[in-house]
């Protein structure tokens, strides 16, 4: 079984047990989007500033690991015409789920984001993809594929964590390890993660994340901090996540 395989099992298990990232929002919510009343986050607890979208009705979106019927609804709500890529079976059942109650279209695609996007070249306006790189190990090519099937202008909206979750212990009280954490390569870091309960997890750097962006040719910007939401690094205000608006130049 690969990394990824293992992973998708983990985050099964964790929206069975209810976890916060794979519970679609109500109708309700999505009601209150229609009316133009929403947000949506990139990170744990901030959200996204609106100016960082434009105008999405008529807009092609790909959420790309966006599945569990949280963002994409939204953007349908607004007008938008979208598409959503995760590996996980049960979070695409969630966007199926929404589609279904609300009446809406949108392109459900089961694939895995380390490998060739199943996308033609410049098909989007906006890619929108939530914290899910720590559940990869090479993040520069992922980067590369949304500046392939972005649109010129295009822009991508992404969330990454920033490698602090990886060095303390589990109070968050000390320094447990070193970076970079890698459980592939480095058996301390496979030893310490159930990988069926934790999945398999990455750290990666600056240079990887935002660095990734601008050698795939994007520019970046606006970013911000964000904490866990919870926990004692959220409590001392240490950021833990970046958000980053990077857009494909029209030359």
Not at 2 to 25: K, L, M, R, V
Not at 119 to 133: A, K, M, R, T
């Amino acid at each position: 079984m690969n990394y990824q395989d293992i992973n998708a099992e983990a985050i099964t298990s964790w929206i069975e047990e209810g976890w916060e990232w794979g519970t679609p929002i109500s109708h309700e919510e999505y009601i209150r989007a229609v009316s133009g009343d929403w947000k949506v986050v990139l990170t744990p607890t901030k959200p996204v500033p609106k100016e960082w979208f434009g105008e999405l009705k008529g807009k092609k979106i790909l959420g790309l690991a966006a599945g569990g019927g949280q963002q994409m609804p939204i953007f349908a709500a607004l007008g938008a015409e979208c598409t959503v890529l995760d590996y996980t079976p049960k979070q695409l059942d969630a966007e199926r789920l929404v589609s279904e109650r609300e009446g809406y279209s949108i392109r459900i695609v089961r694939a895995d984001m380390t490998k060739p996007l199943p996308f033609e070249d410049e098909e989007f306006d906006l890619i929108f993809h939530p914290v899910s790189n720590c559940y990869v190990e090479e993040v520069e090519p992922i980067f590369k594929e949304c500046a392939r099937v972005l649109r010129k202008g295009g822009v991508l909206l992404g969330g990454f964590d920033n490698g602090i979750n990886y060095l303390v212990n589990d109070d968050e009280e000390k320094i447990a390890r070193g970076l970079p954490f890698n459980p592939i390569k480095n058996p301390d870091n496979a030893k310490e993660l159930d990988f069926m309960e934790w999945g398999v997890q990455f750290s990666h750097t600056a240079e990887e994340q935002l660095g990734g962006q601008l050698k795939a040719g994007l520019v970046i910007t606006d970013i911000y901090e964000d904490t866990n939401g919870s926990g004692r690094l959220h409590e001392l205000n240490i950021p833990t996540f970046w958000a980053t608006r990077a857009v494909k130049p029209m030359q």
